[in-house]
């Protein structure tokens, strides 16, 4: 005899393409989210809420005040602390719904850990802001055969596309290289939190189609939306290119580098430095720093202020360093007080 679906789903199962066999299936259900920004957290926080029994996020970020506009999970305790997102989050989530399995890992999904992070789950979403970590996902979803729904959002505007199986176009097939030149960004644009929302909330109504076994169901469609014109347009996603390098010809070089160079992110006038190999003992480090400059530090992560520079520091060695989008100063300034 199956166990009852609890009372807090009943809205959900009567959802008649749900039901409780549906439900059923998204508590035993495996998902994680890369990116815990304003896509991510919107996706955390739906797909807990709706029961989803395991969730793994993936960020490499903190909380600031400026996120708080579009970023659903965060309260302003949060950004005073520094607190990274996924820890934050997963703290939240633990209050929202206790009976499920958050697992936060605070780290840049690289080459070298992709297959810890997104191993032993049944789907993908992505939060991402850049077009290298999301070809990293699509290179590993498409080699290990599993599902990722891919999101963006800027200004006013978002798009939504799932990669679901090798009959379907893979982000390589639509983007064979990076968009060129200057992109806006949401620093630069700016972003509207319903159009996040929007984006999200599609990406979840795909996921959960997923992982209640009503895959089939997701259309084939790229969904482009507007929420200040209040367009939205719908194309039918193309058949794979029959040339794409990475779906057709099984060619997957975002995999088989590891990713240890400097990276300007995306709008935010930093640098996130990644040069170590081996752990980083923070109490340590906070006492080598306190006598040149102010030093806030938790378990997650080292904050080291030197004017007109800001320093975070995780335990894997990783830096983030506000102030320049100069990768050559930033590592200099890695190099001057954490050391190689």
Known sequence: MSEPV??????????????????????????????CGALGSFQAASLARAGVGF????????????????QWLFEESDAEQGLPKAAAAAQRLALINSSIEVEPVVADLTASNIGDCLGEVELVLDGTDNFETR?????????????WIYGAAVESYGLVMPVLDQERSCLACLYPDPPSGAQPTCETAGVLNT???TVAALQCSMAMQVLSGNGHLVPRLITRVDVWSGRIRQSAQPEPREDCSVCRENSFPYLEGVRRTPISLCGRNAV??????SPLDLGQLEA??????????????????????????????RAIIQGTTDTGLARSLYARYVGG
């Open 195 to 197: 159009v996040t929302s």
């Open 288 to 317: 080598r720093l306190a006598p040149l400059g102010r030093v806030r530090s938790n378990e997650f992560a080292l904050r080291f202020f030197l004017e007109p520079y800001e320093m975070t520091i995780f335990p894997d060695g």
């Open 6 to 35: 609890p009372e807090r789903y009943s809205r959900q199962v009567r959802f008649a393409g749900l039901g409780e066999e549906g439900q059923g299936r998204l508590k035993k259900a495996r998902a994680a989210i890369v990116g």
């Open 55 to 70: 969730l793994r996020i993936i960020d490499r970020d903190y909380v600031e005040l400026n996120n708080l506009q579009r």
């Open 272 to 277: 996130q430095i990644h040069l170590r190999t």
């Open 135 to 147: 070809y990293l996902i699509n290179e590993f979803c498409v080699r290990e055969n599993l599902p």
